[in-house]
């Protein structure tokens, strides 16, 4: 159960994209299309923004976009706001109903 | 809109034992998986357990197992984590969340837990 890699850090101005990448194995994003986002504010519960990959819920930006290619899911943020600025963790179905998250990637709009 | 609420978390010494809740309402609670997940001080989220819609299957992070227990009273659309054994690096905000579509929907406001 080790933890999916994330960059600690990720950071874009206003109006720009960023894409902020999520590294597992062939026995978690690798194995299954269960990839999941959350938001979380400094002292907040976490947001889901995407699941199953590239799904997003009902009330979710069409900002906040999803994809994956073998071990490695993607979480994009385009059109960037202020709001945007916080706390992003990717998680993945590990198989026999385990969880596994990223260690967190902090978004700064410059 | 429905919400889930956290409670029991509180200051206990190493080795100690505490009983987390997690009340739901206005949304359906009997018919999903339910998970507790924890955030240590400035760390990132760590999930902890997930129970099936009966409570009769649970699965635990190897971190916690035998150590932790998770239940689920549906008539009361409660979930619990049974923490025993407790070690200072349990210290954490513990949340719980509703599982759909392999994913969390719904999260609690979370419960901290400190260990010293």
């Known amino acids: 159960q080790s933890a999916l890699t994330q960059p600690p850090s990720a950071s874009g101005s206003p109006g720009q994209s960023v894409t902020i990448s999520c590294t597992g194995t062939?026995?978690?994003?690798?194995?299954?299309?269960?990839v999941s986002w959350y938001q979380q504010h400094p002292g907040k519960a976490p947001k889901l923004l995407i699941y199953?990959?590239?799904k997003r819920p009902s009330g979710v930006s069409g900002r906040f976009s999803g994809s994956k290619s073998g071990n490695t899911a993607s979480l994009t943020v385009s059109g960037l706001l202020a709001d945007d600025e916080c706390d992003y963790y990717c998680?993945?179905?590990?198989?026999?109903?385990?969880?596994?998250f990223g260690g967190g990637t902090r978004l700064t709009v410059l | 809109e429905g919400q889930l609420v956290e409670s029991g978390g509180n200051m206990v010494q190493p080795g100690g034992s505490l009983r987390l809740s997690c009340v739901a309402s206005?949304?359906?609670?009997?018919?999903?998986?339910m998970h507790w997940v924890r955030q240590a001080p400035g760390k990132g989220l760590v999930w902890l357990s997930s129970?099936?819609?009966?409570?009769?299957?649970?699965t635990y992070a190897d971190s916690v197992m035998g150590r932790f227990t998770v239940s689920r009273d549906n008539a009361e659309t409660t979930l619990y984590l049974q923490l025993s054994s407790l070690r200072v690096d349990d210290t954490a905000v513990y949340y719980c969340?509703?599982?759909?579509?392999?994913?969390?929907?719904?999260w609690g406001q979370g419960t901290p837990v400190i260990v010293s």
């Open positions: 062939s026995r978690d994003i690798g194995a299954y299309n269960y």
């Open positions: 129970i099936n819609f009966h409570g009769s299957s649970a």
């Open positions: 199953e990959v590239d």
């Open positions: 998680n993945s179905y590990a198989g026999s109903f385990t969880w596994v």
């Open positions: 969340g509703r599982g759909v579509a392999y994913a969390v929907d719904v």
């Open positions: 206005g949304l359906d609670f009997s018919g999903h998986y």
